[in-house]
């Protein structure tokens, strides 16, 4: 059966990867539909960015009511979609999307009010500043499939409370997951227009990119489309945010306790059926814990459940489509024509199901001319190495084209905090993985081939927004460097700058004395009238 959403140029179709079984079908927008789309959001926006923070964070807590109430429909479409286990269904999408409501209806007025600005410089006393958070317009999002409700739902939450109105574009494969999100907001009350939600593939999604309505895209997906996502709307100066993806590397350090690591190597590496952007796929462990560490992750890994998600006994799911599982069997074959060794896993399991399930596979080393030691698996495949020391398993982990997350895990946390301070990653975990994308307040993003930008957290709300300084000045004195110049202002300004900028409080003085008439002169200038 084929992969392909698409079942006609209007329609798509979402199948179940477990049964593939068909779920329904939703109709495609047309690039009509967008600009439409985008329009109801623009005049919806001009209405919402008047309304007060305080109403920002009624709608998002009326939306977390309803979304409450939902939560059973929610997973179960999720789960269908996906093929996820329903209980990460509950946690990783719709836990994550309520914490982050509530944070953000707690906090983004505080964050987001006006923050005053401290102007301390002698020639500046007279003025009172403040910050304005302001907002963008209508931010474009495009969304992937592994997390189909909390990606999207989360970051339109966020766009929401910032002033902001939403379109969304899910992935092809989980419509019906992504639809969800302008539905929870409609029954919520929310302004009309104010989040949409459109339909389609790559075609759809360059529409809802080049359209002139939209202030800010957030995409979320592989490098590959990233990089023209950005070259899109960079033709007109539309700025974007980038979560392109990891290759998380875990340092298992000899101070480790070896029952957690391996049962967080497990979660980390093969939950959503490794399917994760900053899910484990590089473990490094010291010294002589190496050999117990690997023997107990495969042990372990074989003993994972494979089924469908709605069975809650099932641990791990199927991969979304054929073609992923394709991918993830031939860089499991080249890395072991490269030397690296089968410890649990590599082949499809023999299961009463005909979806696109594959073993959770443990492989031993990392030879370097494998695949896999620069591209992302994004499946249930974790490599396991065997290093020297810290200072091994840090320049191990930053050799890699990506830097989304990483984790290190050790009792010591001096250790823990030092070997953090050395990983390139836009967040780094100690003893725990990936857990922050459900805790608003911390900010997520990556470095280097994982993209730019932050979503989530205050500096999310910033990159939401547009920050304008406003001063206040009761025009009492003048500015002393405006016209007329002359040998007398310029002279002066020296003696400002040396008594200003010299070191110790001893130079400052003896440059004052010094200068003294050109600090007159500038005094003077000041106080004039015109």
């Not at 969304?168 to 419509?175: A, F, G, Q, Y």
């Not at 998380?248 to 497990?266: F, K, N, Q, T």
């Amino acid at each position: 059966m084929t992969a392909s959403p698409l079942v006609s140029p209007s329609v798509l179709e979402s199948v179940n990867p477990a049964t593939l079984l068909p779920i329904g079908t939703v109709a495609i927008t047309d690039h009509a539909g967008v600009a439409e789309a985008v329009g109801e959001a623009q005049s919806a926006q001009r209405a919402w960015k008047a309304r007060s923070l305080a109403d920002r964070s009624s709608l998002l807590r009326a939306v977390a009511a309803v979304l409450l109430d939902s939560v059973d429909e929610v997973a179960a479409t999720v789960v269908a979609e996906s093929g996820k286990p329903v209980v990460e269904a509950v946690t990783t999408e719709v836990f994550v999307a309520l914490d982050n409501l509530s944070w953000l209806a707690r906090n983004a007025g505080r964050v987001l009010g006006p923050e005053r600005v401290p102007l301390r410089q002698a020639y500046v006393l007279q003025k009172r500043a403040s910050l304005r958070y302001e907002p963008l317009g209508v931010v474009g999002i495009i969304s992937p499939w592994n997390f189909p409700f909390s990606i999207p739902f989360t970051q339109a939450a966020s766009a929401i409370a910032a002033g902001n109105a939403v379109v969304v574009k899910p992935s092809e494969l989980t419509p019906h997951s992504g639809a969800w999100i302008e539905e929870l907001f409609r029954r919520a009350g929310a302004p009309a227009g104010l989040v949409r939600v459109v339909q389609g593939d790559a075609v759809t999604g360059d529409a809802l990119v080049g359209s002139p309505g939209i202030s800010r895209v957030i995409f979320t997906g592989s490098g590959e489309v990233g990089r023209l996502v950005a070259e899109r709307a960079a033709r007109r100066l539309c700025p974007v945010t980038l979560e392109l993806g990891g290759k998380d590397p875990m340092l298992v350090l000899a101070a480790a306790d070896l029952d957690r690591a391996i049962e967080g190597a497990l979660w980390g590496s093969f939950s959503n059926c490794g399917q994760i952007c900053s899910g484990v796929e590089r473990i490094y462990v010291e010294g002589d814990l190496y050999e117990p560490f690997a023997a107990g992750l495969a042990q372990r890994a074989s003993e994972l459940r494979l089924g469908a998600g709605e069975n809650p006994q099932t641990d791990v799911g199927p991969l979304i489509s054929e073609r992923q599982r394709a991918k993830v069997e031939e860089l499991i074959t080249d890395a072991v024509s490269c030397g690296a060794e089968v410890l649990s896993g590599g082949a499809r399991p023999d299961i009463d199901l005909p979806g696109w399930f594959h073993e959770p596979t443990v492989l031993a080393g990392e030879p370097p001319n494998a695949r896999l030691r620069k591209e992302e698996i994004f499946g249930p495949v974790v490599t396991v190495c065997k290093i020297e020391n810290a200072a091994d398993g840090i320049r191990r982990a930053n050799d890699s084209p990506y830097g989304l997350g990483a984790s290190v895990w050790t009792k010591d946390r001096a250790v823990a905090r030092e070997t953090a301070a050395q990983l390139e990653a836009g967040s780094v975990w100690m003893n725990d993985v990936a857990y922050s994308y459900g805790t608003c307040q911390a900010p997520w993003g990556g470095r280097k081939g994982s993209g730019y930008g932050r979503t989530h957290s205050k500096h999310g709300l910033y990159d939401l927004s547009h920050v304008k300084y406003v001063d206040s000045d009761a025009g009492r004195l003048a500015p002393p460097w405006w016209f007329p110049y002359d040998e007398r202002i310029a002279g002066g300004f020296q003696g400002v700058l040396k008594t200003l900028y010299s070191e110790g409080a001893g130079a400052k003085v003896g440059q004052a004395w010094r200068n003294r008439g050109g600090l007159v002169t500038v005094a003077r200038r000041s106080l004039r009238r015109r």
